[in-house]
Structure formats: C-alpha cells, structure tokens
C-alpha cells in the first residue's frame, strides 16, 4: 500500500461545529504532516507530527487541534473556525529522519488527495 | 532561510511541444529538491526528486530536471508535453535536520491543442 488516504473528501461546516479530519497511511512511515492550500497558493506547512510527537506547530490557531494516535492515522480536530479557514487542507507522510538513515529517502513526503473544507 | 522561486506564475504550451519550468532556491548547504504537480482539487504528486550524485535526474511521466549549482536551479523538462500534463507544478527545497519543505509559488501549466 503505497498512499495516503483522506477522509472526508469534502466538509461543510458552521462556525460553531466540531468537526475532524482523518488521515491514514500503512507505508511505515513515521513523519506526518498537515497543510492548509488555499486557491492557487502552495501548501503552507501546519503541523508534523515525529514519531507520533508534534515536532512543528508552525504557529497555527488553536482552534485546529492536531491529534496523532498512531503511527498510521493522523487527526485533525477543527471546533470554532472561521470563514477564511476553507482551504483544501493537505495530510502527508514521509519516511522519518530517524529511519532515513541519510538522505536517500529523506524528506520525500507522500500526499494524500486532500479534504476541500468549507466553513459557513 | 530556504527559499524557492518560480518565476513563471503561468505557462501555455502546444501539445507535443517541448516544456521547460524554471525554478531556482537559495539554501547555504546542498539542498534536497523535488518537483511536485497538482491536479485541481487533487493532492500533489511527486514526478522527481534530487538528493545527490548525477545532477540529471529523470522522473515519473516523461518529466526530467537538472540541477545546476552554478546557477542555483532546478528546472523541469520535458520533450513533449501531452494534454493531460495540464496542471499546477511545484518546486520544493527540503532541508537536512527537520523535515519542512519549503514550495515555490507554482507554475500552472495549459496544453493547448
């Protein structure tokens, strides 16, 4: 199995809702990552989760909450957002600094197809 | 800080015609880079990536690029270009010791027929 899946494929939410967002991969990978891509803009860097440690919260509000139960499966906890957070928000996997083991497979991040979020 | 540029924000080539997509990034040490492309409301695919050794690195779908460190670039190409190569192409710059990368602004890319 070599991809990353993402679910929902697309959310509609209200201000006042909790909602989350799932991302799942079974490459073995231990490096896992959120993105926010807003229209015809690249992806901008959330969160990366390490070895199931947040390692980068690239100061996102608190309002996105990230969750990392295992290595497999990354959550994304959305409660009291905003109009200007509709996005496609992006869900990534790499191989992991540690398992790398040099720069052969290092950095090489696998994206999942997205959530397009609408928040109403 | 790492950096990328792409300074072509958009592209229109014939189909069948030769494709170059430029990219340049500033990093003080060897830099990992990658070339992405995204279908709309899709995620992104990686069609190559160079880490070291020949600086001529060829990828998935007919795509190449060729790393010039005189020249701090990066740039894209392919021979000829077919329809469903129509989409957003990223350049990326990883750096050792985290794992951010860091996007260029993307270069869209039209076929026409």
């Known amino acids: 199995d070599t991809e990353v899946t993402q679910t929902p494929k697309h959310l509609v939410m209200g201000m006042t809702n909790k909602k989350s967002l799932k991302c799942e991969q079974h490459m073995g990978h231990r490096a896992m990552y959120w993105y926010k891509q807003k229209a015809k803009k690249p992806p901008e860097l959330m969160f990366v989760y390490s070895y199931e440690k947040l390692s980068i919260n690239e100061s996102v509000p608190s309002r996105f909450s990230p969750e990392c139960p295992n290595s497999s499966l990354l959550n994304l906890h959305l409660h009291a957002l905003q109009p200007e957070d509709s996005a496609l928000y992006l869900c990534?996997?790499?191989?992991?600094?540690?398992?790398?083991?040099?720069?052969?497979?290092?950095?090489?991040?696998?994206f999942g197809p997205g959530t397009r979020l609408t928040v109403l | 800080a790492q950096s990328v540029t792409q300074p072509d924000i958009h592209i229109t080539v014939s189909e069948g015609a030769s494709l170059e997509l430029r990219c340049n990034y500033s990093?003080?040490?060897?830099?990992?880079l990658f070339w992405y492309v995204q279908s709309p409301g899709q995620g992104l695919q990686l069609l190559l990536k160079?880490?070291?050794?020949?600086?001529l690195v060829q990828g998935i779908k007919g795509f190449e690029a060729e790393f010039k460190r005189s020249q701090s670039s990066f740039n894209l190409r392919k021979p000829s270009v077919h329809w469903s190569d129509a989409a957003e192409y990223f350049c990326a710059v990883g750096n050792f010791g985290n794992e951010k990368l860091t996007f260029g602004t993307g270069t869209r890319l039209t076929i026409i027929p």
């Open positions: 990534a996997s790499s191989l992991g600094t540690l398992l790398a083991g040099g720069p052969t497979s290092y950095n090489e991040q696998f």
């Open positions: 990093y003080g040490a060897t830099p990992y």
């Open positions: 160079y880490f070291s050794g020949d600086t």
